[in-house]
């Protein structure tokens, strides 16, 4: 079974949050040309827009919420299940930053780690402060890949072919 036809077997029911319920797989080949809907279920709606992020900081409230994301991005943006899948994985690394990534502290380069002193600097949206590009793919890289670990201890594992 591969990882598209193992999710539309164990993903929740359209907007209901609730546990897993067996759904049809999908035939690889109607997953890459149909949209999700078609392929996996007949859907009931997408349920709530999942931009508050998961209701609290437990697994099975990140994975419901991941599950909903999915829907969402699938159904609402008429994407397949392999479009929508790294759109929402990348969605839960967004949030799972958001909640728990770790501040750089004041005055130092959250990129290489060097004083800011008298340096051009980026701020962004999280706090973080770097002198330059290559200080900001270096922070990037650093947080996603911190966030990556985290989802994995939720139970949330990144999309085949996604890279941090």
């Known amino acids: 079974m591969n990882a598209l036809e193992k999710w ?6 359209f907007g209901s949050g609730g546990p897993a ?43 419901r919420w991941y599950h909903r994301t999915v829907d969402y991005r699938a159904i609402v943006g008429k994407r397949t299940l392999a479009e929508a899948l790294p ?26 780690g060097g004083p800011l002193e008298g340096q051009g600097v980026y701020s962004l949206h999280d706090g973080a402060r770097l002198h330059d590009d ?12 911190a966030a990556v670990e985290g989802l994995a201890l939720l139970g949330i594992s990144p999309p085949p072919g996604w890279e941090p």
């Open 87 to 112: 759109l929402a994985y990348g969605d839960a690394v967004c949030e799972w930053h958001k909640r728990f990534g770790a501040s750089p502290p004041e005055g130092v380069c959250a990129g290489c």
């Open 21 to 63: 319920t067996p759904a049809t797989p999908a035939t690889p080949q109607a997953a890459g040309s149909h949209p999700v809907a078609d392929v996996a279920v007949v859907a009931k709606g997408p349920g709530p827009r999942p931009d508050a992020g998961p209701a609290n900081d437990t697994p099975e409230a990140w994975r």
């Open 8 to 13: 539309l077997t164990l993903r929740p029911s």
């Open 134 to 145: 290559g200080c900001l793919t270096r922070y990037g890289r650093r947080w996603r890949t």
